[in-house]
């Protein structure tokens, strides 16, 4: 703990002489939010401190498998014990909500990982806590972080019981020699046959990811991806650069010469073909990679002024977050 302390103050550039006392407070601060109990918790709300809107971002750390791309905090584990991974989940939602001064939440975000991995019954009962603890809007929007592979079609329709009202579909490509890159879990057909399934019970209410300046990706390559892409669109697209994370399987990749990158010219020219193709289709760009047919979506709008955001996210076996 106190490595990954260092490590987290050499990234803010603190000051090595300022560091002892500063990773000092730091240790006074995680001890203090991790071991109280939810009784010596603060009140919620005191006198000098206004109440306000929150967001909520849980994270379900667990997937099938692992992107050769990403560098989150994620595990591969074939006997996930649920019930314990929810009881954490509520033990922190209680206490962060006890801690906060929200008085309304508007937004619930399911993220990781895989959270579709989760049982709807688990997505469920967290609801539930939020709802017990916390007002939640009658508008409230939910979201679920999706992975395209097949069979979903019955698991949706129990997440939509659960309380879930959004999607947002992990597609990141509609070549399978890429997705085979990536080490998805999911094929073109998977990912298509799976929207088809989501616009079944959240039609309107759909996000895709996609990803783009994939490896040895040409600019008319993904202008023909992108028209197929448009073609889809539900109502959401997240339309991200390939970030190339230190220490991911594809960054060795790159670094042995394995694959080679487009250059940062076409991956401009990209970018913004895309941001004037999208805004052809009416689907308006409001932030640097989310584009709307809507003006506004609570998911994705995290910067708002007078609201509050947190953040929930588990251990690993080791004892580790």
């Avoid at 949706?156 to 009202?165: M, P, Q, R």
């Amino acid at each position: 703990n106190r490595f990954i302390i260092n490590r987290f103050l050499s990234a803010m550039n603190i000051w090595p002489s300022c560091r002892a006392r500063t990773q000092k407070a730091v240790f006074k601060f995680v001890y203090n939010c991790s071991f109280r109990k939810s009784a010596e918790l603060p009140p919620r709300f005191s006198s000098d401190k206004a109440a306000e809107k929150g967001i909520i971002y849980v994270h379900w750390p667990y997937c099938s498998q692992l992107c050769t791309y990403c560098n989150f905090n994620k595990y591969v584990s074939r006997d996930v014990k649920h019930n314990d991974l929810v009881s954490c989940l509520i033990q922190e939602v209680t206490t962060l909500l006890r801690m906060s001064s929200i008085d309304e939440v508007t937004s619930v975000y399911f993220g990781g990982g895989t959270p579709s991995l989760a049982e709807p019954l688990a997505i469920e009962t967290i609801l539930a806590t939020i709802s017990k603890l916390v007002p939640t809007s009658p508008n409230i929007e939910v979201s679920l972080e999706v992975n395209p592979t097949s069979g979903q079609l019955h698991k949706l329709k129990h997440f939509k019981h659960a309380g879930i009202n959004r999607l947002s579909i992990g597609m990141q490509s509609l070549r399978n020699k890429d997705l085979k890159l990536f080490n998805r879990d999911h094929s073109t057909q998977d990912a298509l046959r799976t929207l088809e399934d989501a616009s079944s019970f959240f039609k309107g209410r759909i996000s895709i990811d996609m990803i783009f300046g994939r490896p040895g990706q040409s600019f008319l390559e993904w202008k023909q991806e992108l028209s197929e892409v448009i073609q889809i669109c539900d109502q959401h697209l997240s339309l991200y650069q390939l970030t190339v994370e230190l220490g991911t399987p594809l960054a060795k990749m790159i670094q042995k010469g394995e694959l080679c990158l487009p250059a940062s010219e076409e991956l401009a020219d990209m970018y913004e073909y895309s941001v004037d193709e999208l805004q052809q289709a009416e689907i308006l760009r409001y932030e640097v990679s989310n584009f709307s047919k809507m003006v506004h979506c609570k998911a994705s709008v995290w910067l708002l002024p007078f609201s509050q955001h947190i953040g929930t996210k588990t251990m690993d076996d080791k004892g580790l977050s």
